[in-house]
């Protein structure tokens, strides 16, 4: 649930917050979540010095963030909740009160993401995501990719060998050659749909356009085969 308290409202696609009101952000079922880290982030500009209060079982604790009263600036806050939660936690963005004056402001661009509260130590408002989904899964899939469609994913050999077949997949923009994680669910049958058992599947290379697959299994005895994958998860994280 959150509560906004402010006095000058929402103008020119901006929320200002003074004097000693703010923004506030409350968990109500933080019972459920003990000794969990957490992200907190925020966008603004500020004449003044900001704080984010916390309050969780029955006390107030401060992080101070620095004013900013020309630019826009992201400031985070990482902390993890007591062993026992007793009661709501929640979190206070406003202008410190003994130095809050009149004319002294908060300020936010409605038209950005200016605040998160999220799982974890990292801030994705800090990482400034990208503006679109199509955009994010792009960024994503430099890093995981996962090929799941079935009979739709079907792929004809490109070399035959005595004991192996080899695939080009069609893979653009991974980070580096990925490796295969997990069990990879896929057949491989001969060019009258039989399936041939016995297979395993492994990386050769990545041209950052395809992915060499190969298929080994010793004396296949196939002269041609197609590859249907069912589910394969490809990973080039860091």
């Known amino acids: 649930m959150s509560e906004v308290r402010c006095a000058y409202g929402i103008l020119e696609r901006t929320l200002s917050i003074s004097g000693h009101d703010g923004f506030k952000q409350i968990v109500e079922q933080a019972s459920i979540l003990p000794?969990?880290?957490?992200?907190?982030?925020l966008r603004y500009k500020s004449s003044r010095i900001v704080d984010i209060e916390r309050y969780v079982n029955g006390t107030n604790t401060s992080v101070t963030l620095q004013a900013s009263p020309d630019a826009y600036r992201i400031a985070t806050v990482i902390f993890t909740?007591?062993?026992?939660?007793?009661?709501?936690?929640?979190f206070n963005i406003m202008l410190r009160p003994t130095?809050?004056?009149?004319?002294d402001f908060v300020e936010f661009d409605t038209t950005?993401?200016?605040a998160k509260l999220e799982l974890g130590s990292v801030s994705t408002l800090a990482n400034d995501g990208?503006?679109?989904?199509?955009?994010?899964?792009a960024k994503c899939q430099r890093y995981l990719k996962r090929i799941n469609g079935g009979n739709a994913s079907v792929y004809r050999a490109v070399k035959v060998g005595v004991d192996s077949l080899d695939f080009s997949i069609p893979c653009s923009s991974m980070r580096t050659t990925p490796a295969i994680v997990g069990?990879?669910?896929?057949?491989?049958?001969?060019?009258?749909?039989?399936?041939?058992?016995?297979?395993?599947?492994?990386?050769?290379?990545?041209?950052?356009?395809?992915l060499r697959l190969q298929a080994q299994k010793t004396a296949h005895g196939l002269t041609d085969a197609s590859l249907f994958i069912t589910d394969l998860t490809l990973d080039a994280n860091l």
């Not at 130095?99 to 004319?103: L, R, S, T, Y």
């Open 130 to 137: 990208p503006v679109d989904y199509g955009m994010e899964l």
């Open 35 to 41: 000794n969990t880290t957490y992200t907190m982030s």
């Open 81 to 90: 909740t007591p062993d026992t939660i007793t009661s709501y936690f929640s």
């Open 99 to 103: 130095n809050a004056a009149i004319g």
């Open 183 to 210: 069990t990879p669910v896929f057949s491989i049958s001969n060019l009258s749909g039989v399936t041939i058992a016995g297979f395993a599947l492994s990386i050769t290379s990545y041209d950052g356009a395809s």
């Open 112 to 114: 950005r993401p200016f």
